[in-house]
């Protein structure tokens, strides 16, 4: 009976480290929806101070494209006396492009592979979390 009260005790524990840091997730998920709005207008140049140089750019007449790459990703472990260990890693990865139009941001779109535990954009989001401040 000991040995069962210490290893719910233990799933109970490791569930609650996978899940408990899932606030923070749902917030960079939030955050990278708010960027497709609150970005636009902002000049190039503001989104380079604040994103950094774009890892990829192109160039069709009046409008530019910026792409950023982004990953998130967590390791869950969960040690039980029986077994060994365990250990979960999950990566999500994001492409943040900004549409450009006359040197300021016309909008923001997402691809990529999504974390489904944390959230299909949270990636993007812990990158868009700088920008975001400075608009505020």
Do not use: W
């Not at 959230?119 to 608009?135: F, H, I, K, V, W």
């Amino acid at each position: 009976m000991g040995f069962f009260t210490k290893s719910g005790v233990l799933v109970v524990l490791a569930l609650g480290l996978a899940i408990g840091p899932s606030g923070c997730a749902l917030e960079n998920t939030l955050m990278a929806e708010r960027a497709k709005t609150s970005l636009v207008g902002m000049s190039e140049l503001d989104l380079e101070t604040c994103l950094g140089l774009p890892d990829k750019e192109a160039k069709k007449g009046k409008t530019t494209l910026l792409s950023y790459n982004a990953t998130s990703a967590r390791t869950v472990n969960l040690s039980i006396p029986i077994v060994n260990g365990i250990g979960v890693s999950v990566v999500g990865y994001c492409r943040a492009t900004f549409r450009l139009e006359n040197g300021r941001v016309a909008g923001v779109s997402y691809s990529g592979n999504g974390d489904p535990l944390e959230g299909e954009n949270n990636a993007c989001g812990g990158l868009m979390r700088a920008c975001l401040a400075q608009r505020s």
